[in-house]
């Protein structure tokens, strides 16, 4: 049952040289529609000839390689409000957030990953029954405060990924370095011996034992913006939560 | 019937009898009142959520075969179909037991796939084979394969099973299949990386969602032609992360869902003047979309925020969350 996609295309293609003298013949038989034309003519458009797989966009795992990023999880710029806001627009409540004494005070504590979600519930409660007739308006002045101190955070943390990305690809050149040194260097007993070798040979085990550490860290440091993504997410449905 | 156990061992008599009492207990569940069940296929955990219908709790994890993707039920919805992505194959479980039933050969990679409308044959997309292959499931026998475009993905079919579209995710297209002949009668080329095909169901609308290139595109089935190029424009969202991919049409045909990926929204949207009615804030990276069997509801999935939200057909609002497993993919809601 298998095609050959090359052989199909060619038979496409015949079909389509073929379908350009028969098709307005059988039109005029009064037989079918051209666009009803049974199965066995082809398509009108033919499949291109195989192509490679185009680069993926960010969002997949098959994201195209990006030497500074080293995460798995693609890389995803600043985050806009939209993605988790429904409410009427920011642009204002991102630049007088801060003058409210109270959304100030409680912007820091939202925002701290180490608030738990049965604590956050109660802030959030506190907050909107204080800001009585305001409510809505104050729960806005809060969700802007959240999400412009998380994405701070996170471009933050973005550009200390790939900071620590570069460091890495250093790291990893100066080890291969003192790796060929140190094997061109390994001629007889008495060198390999000698305390400059030896030490020489300790700190190319250290920079690798700093390497390796720094690889597995990295599967942590990677969640970072995720989870940050998901927290000014979580935000945006409990405070609009409690909005009316 | 697993409370109070009695403290001695019960005579046989009293152990028949609550065995009977047992099934009658099951056979009054299996009824058809308020019974909904919603399954979400984990994309990371490598199982399926149970959620029920009425409580909107999680009632059973069942643990699947690697990636599940894909996942549909049978018309009588007594069967539902997993595309279990790194075990190439899909697996079929009984809705009311919870149980693996049988596996079906699916070709390397099954991302996604749809049923005929008589519930046979099953049409597969093979993302890493350029492939659909079409599968009998009573028989468990591989029909046939239709070679198509580039990691084939989305797959759409006609109500009356006489067309099927698959999308092509690199080559950007949507293929027409002819269901009688196994054959591709055209091919239209659509945006970026189209995802998923679904048929108004007057047979009348194709549409294709195409995630990079960030529109839909409705084709009239008959002429092969574009009718209408849907874009999104969400206020406070930056274009890229605006990527449609699961699309569902009520059954009057009137309304269309669309799921719009990082935007983290659901367009709601006229399918008659084309009109967009609303930008439904839900979860984060919505995926793929589910009606209720009475269609009073649609369940989103939502891959980044574990969780999948409902949605209020009637009022088009969204009325509560469900926090599910890892990478929710895709839904379906049997009575």
Same mark, same amino acid.
């Given at each position: 049952?298998?095609?050959?996609?090359?052989?199909?295309?060619?038979?496409?293609?015949?079909?389509?040289?073929? #379908?350009?003298?028969?098709?307005?013949?059988?039109?005029?038989?009064?037989?079918?529609?051209?666009?009803?034309?049974?199965?066995?003519?082809?398509?009108?458009?033919?499949?291109?000839?195989?192509?490679?797989?185009?680069?993926?966009?960010?969002?997949?795992?098959?994201?195209?390689?990006?030497?500074?990023?080293?995460?798995?999880?693609?890389?995803?710029?600043?985050? $806009?409000?939209?993605?988790? %806001?429904? #409410?009427?627009?920011? *642009?204002?409540?991102?630049?007088? %957030?801060?003058?409210?004494?109270?959304?100030?005070?409680?912007?820091?504590?939202?925002?701290?990953?180490?608030?738990?979600?049965?604590?956050?519930?109660?802030?959030?409660?506190?907050?909107?029954?204080?800001? #009585?007739?305001?409510?809505?308006?104050?729960? +806005?002045?809060?969700?802007?405060?959240?999400?412009?101190?998380?994405?701070?955070?996170?471009?933050?943390?973005?550009?200390?990924?790939?900071?620590?990305?570069?460091? @890495?690809?250093?790291?990893?050149?100066?080890?291969?370095?003192? $790796?060929?040194?140190?094997?061109?260097?390994?001629?007889?007993?008495? +060198? @390999?011996?000698?305390?400059?070798?030896?030490?020489?040979? @300790?700190?190319?085990?250290?920079?690798?034992?700093?390497?390796?550490?720094?690889?597995?860290?990295?599967?942590?440091?990677? *969640?970072?913006?995720?989870?940050?993504?998901?927290?000014?997410?979580?935000?945006?449905?409990?405070? @609009?939560?409690?909005?009316? | 019937?697993? /409370?109070?156990?009695?403290?001695?061992?019960?005579?046989?008599?009293?152990?028949?009898?609550?065995?009977?009492?047992?099934?009658?207990?099951?056979?009054?569940?299996?009824?058809?009142?308020?019974?909904?069940?919603?399954?979400?296929?984990?994309?990371?955990?490598?199982?399926?959520?149970?959620?029920?219908?009425?409580?909107?709790?999680?009632?059973?994890?069942? =643990?699947?075969?690697?990636?599940?993707?894909?996942?549909?039920?049978?018309?009588?919805?007594?069967?539902?179909?997993?595309?279990?992505?790194?075990?190439?194959?899909?697996?079929?479980?009984?809705?009311?037991?919870?149980?693996?039933? =049988?596996?079906?050969?699916?070709?390397?990679?099954?991302?996604?796939?749809?049923?005929?409308?008589?519930?046979?044959?099953?049409?597969?997309?093979?993302?890493?084979?350029?492939?659909?292959?079409?599968?009998?499931?009573?028989?468990? &026998?591989?029909?046939?394969?239709?070679?198509?475009?580039?990691?084939?993905?989305?797959?759409?079919?006609?109500?009356?099973?006489? /067309?099927?579209?698959?999308?092509?995710? /690199?080559?950007?297209?949507?293929?027409?299949?002819?269901?009688?002949?196994?054959?591709?009668?055209?091919?239209?080329?659509?945006?970026?990386?189209?995802?998923?095909?679904?048929?108004?169901?007057?047979?009348? &609308?194709?549409?294709?969602?195409?995630?990079?290139?960030? /529109?839909?595109?409705?084709?009239?089935?008959?002429?092969?032609?574009?009718?209408?190029?849907?874009?999104?424009?969400?206020?406070?969202?930056?274009?890229?992360?605006? &990527?449609?991919?699961?699309?569902?049409?009520? =059954?009057?045909?009137?309304?269309?869902?669309?799921?719009?990926?990082?935007?983290?929204?659901?367009?709601?949207?006229?399918?008659?003047?084309?009109?967009?009615?609303?930008?439904?804030?839900?979860? &984060?990276?919505?995926?793929?979309?589910?009606?209720?069997?009475?269609?009073?509801?649609?369940?989103?999935?939502?891959?980044?925020?574990?969780?999948?939200?409902?949605?209020?057909?009637?009022?088009?609002?969204?009325? =509560?969350?469900?926090?599910?497993?890892?990478?929710?993919?895709?839904?379906?809601?049997?009575?």
């Amino acid at each position: 049952m298998t095609i050959p996609l090359r052989r199909l295309t060619a038979a496409t293609l015949a079909a389509l040289l073929a #379908g350009a003298s028969l098709a307005p013949q059988a039109f005029a038989q009064g037989a079918q529609a051209p666009s009803a034309a049974p199965a066995s003519d082809g398509p009108k458009t033919p499949l291109p000839a195989p192509t490679p797989r185009a680069p993926q966009p960010g969002g997949d795992r098959r994201a195209a390689p990006d030497p500074d990023w080293p995460c798995i999880q693609p890389k995803v710029g600043a985050l $806009s409000y939209g993605q988790m %806001w429904s #409410g009427a627009p920011l *642009e204002q409540a991102l630049e007088t %957030w801060r003058q409210d004494e109270a959304v100030a005070d409680l912007v820091p504590v939202i925002v701290a990953r180490r608030t738990k979600p049965e604590e956050l519930a109660a802030e959030l409660d506190t907050f909107a029954k204080a800001a #009585g007739a305001e409510k809505n308006a104050k729960l +806005t002045l809060l969700f802007a405060g959240a999400f412009e101190e998380l994405n701070t955070t996170r471009s933050a943390i973005l550009t200390g990924i790939e900071r620590y990305a570069r460091k @890495q690809r250093t790291l990893s050149e100066k080890i291969k370095q003192e $790796s060929l040194k140190l094997a061109s260097e390994r001629k007889d007993m008495a +060198t @390999q011996n000698s305390p400059e070798f030896q030490q020489k040979e @300790q700190e190319r085990d250290w920079d690798t034992r700093i390497y390796d550490e720094r690889s597995q860290a990295l599967t942590y440091v990677c *969640e970072s913006p995720v989870i940050l993504e998901q927290l000014a997410f979580t935000l945006g449905r409990e405070i @609009q939560a409690r909005m009316d | 019937m697993t /409370t109070d156990a009695p403290p001695r061992r019960p005579s046989r008599t009293a152990r028949l009898l609550s065995a009977s009492a047992a099934a009658a207990a099951l056979l009054a569940f299996a009824g058809p009142a308020s019974a909904e069940k919603i399954f979400v296929s984990n994309e990371r955990d490598h199982t399926m959520s149970v959620v029920d219908g009425a409580t909107l709790k999680v009632v059973e994890t069942i =643990k699947t075969g690697r990636r599940p993707r894909g996942i549909t039920a049978s018309p009588d919805g007594k069967l539902i179909y997993v595309c279990t992505s790194d075990d190439n194959r899909v697996e079929v479980y009984d809705s009311a037991t919870h149980k693996l039933v =049988k596996t079906l050969p699916s070709g390397p990679d099954p991302e996604l796939f749809v049923l005929h409308p008589s519930g046979n044959p099953l049409y597969i997309a093979n993302e890493d084979d350029n492939m659909v292959t079409i599968v009998d499931v009573n028989t468990g &026998q591989k029909l046939a394969e239709v070679p198509v475009g580039v990691e084939p993905e989305g797959m759409g079919i006609s109500p009356d099973g006489k /067309t099927l579209v698959n999308t092509s995710e /690199t080559t950007s297209m949507a293929h027409f299949i002819d269901t009688a002949t196994n054959q591709i009668v055209e091919n239209v080329v659509v945006d970026s990386r189209p995802r998923v095909a679904e048929f108004r169901s007057d047979n009348k &609308q194709v549409w294709v969602s195409a995630e990079v290139g960030g /529109t839909v595109s409705v084709i009239d089935p008959a002429t092969h032609q574009i009718v209408k190029k849907l874009t999104f424009e969400i206020p406070g969202v930056t274009a890229e992360a605006i &990527q449609p991919v699961g699309v569902k049409i009520t =059954k009057d045909g009137k309304t269309a869902f669309v799921a719009l990926g990082p935007a983290n929204r659901v367009a709601v949207v006229d399918t008659e003047t084309f009109a967009i009615k609303k930008y439904l804030l839900v979860g &984060q990276r919505v995926w793929q979309l589910a009606f209720s069997p009475d269609e009073s509801r649609l369940y989103t999935t939502n891959g980044n925020s574990n969780d999948i939200s409902i949605v209020d057909v009637a009022s088009d609002k969204v009325t =509560k969350s469900v926090t599910v497993g890892r990478s929710p993919w895709g839904a379906v809601a049997v009575p």
